[in-house]
């Protein structure tokens, strides 16, 4: 099956601090979306990326899709404390999605 | 007014035991979707139905059966639960199609004893 790697798996920053978490597939990609999850809370959805290349932002968040459709990435600017959680990346491939591994973001005040 | 909602939200139960889990959504979706996220945070797809219909099955042990009343409903039933069993189970649903944006419920963590 497809094989989703994500890296860091674990992210401490100082409040303030940029965070990047990296996503990686082993096959070309259709589309990819991005989750956060809070601690103790459930997934939520934050964006979807479907072209080569294609760069979106969500006010201090910036997603990547890599130009070959292999890779994304997820970057956060001057993290805040509600940037804490676990942010998952999700493949689209036969019909499902296929999570990654999930980078655990937390912030030292 | 909660979209997709899940019940019960913990169980802890002995190993051998028959549960139910249950999920609506009222977000008017064809799809629903069973997931399981296992102590490191993995989140693995199980089951997707559409329109009642099952789509996917992931491998998962014939202990865990699925039933779709209807589209708004997706329970979900375990025999004879055992150890590994131990998660936390998310229903979802979404769109038609598994491309699309996915609503997760609150998540009912399981405890096997």
């Known amino acids: 099956g497809q094989q989703v790697m994500q890296i860091p798996q674990y992210q401490h920053v100082q409040e303030g601090e940029d965070f990047t978490t990296y996503c990686n597939s082993s096959t070309t990609l259709s589309n990819i979306q991005w989750y956060k999850q809070r601690p103790g809370g459930h997934p939520v959805f934050l964006i979807q990326?479907?072209?080569?290349?294609e760069v979106k932002k969500q006010k201090r968040l910036t997603f990547q899709f890599g130009e070959a459709k292999k890779n994304s990435s997820l970057h956060i600017t001057a993290t805040q404390t509600t940037d804490v959680g676990t942010y998952f990346c999700a493949l689209f491939g036969n019909e499902k999605l296929t999570f990654g591994t999930g980078t655990r973001l937390t912030i030292i005040p | 007014d909660t979209a997709v909602s899940q019940t019960p939200k913990y169980l802890v139960t002995q190993m051998g035991n028959d549960k139910s889990i249950k999920c609506e959504q009222n977000?008017?979706?064809?799809?629903m979707y069973w997931y399981k996220q296992d102590s490191k945070k993995f989140l693995k797809i199980m089951f997707s139905?559409?329109?009642?219909?099952?789509?996917i099955n992931e491998t998962v042990p014939n202990r865990f059966s699925p039933k779709s009343p209807d589209k708004a409903h997706l329970n979900l039933h375990i025999n004879s639960l055992e150890l590994g069993d131990s998660a936390v189970y998310f229903c979802?649903?979404?769109?038609?199609?598994?491309?699309?944006?996915?609503?997760f419920g609150p998540g009912t963590r399981l405890t096997v004893l």
């Open positions: 139905y559409n329109n009642k219909e099952l789509i």
């Open positions: 977000l008017g979706h064809d799809t």
């Open positions: 979802a649903s979404s769109r038609t199609g598994a491309w699309n944006e996915q609503f």
């Open positions: 990326l479907v072209k080569s290349g």
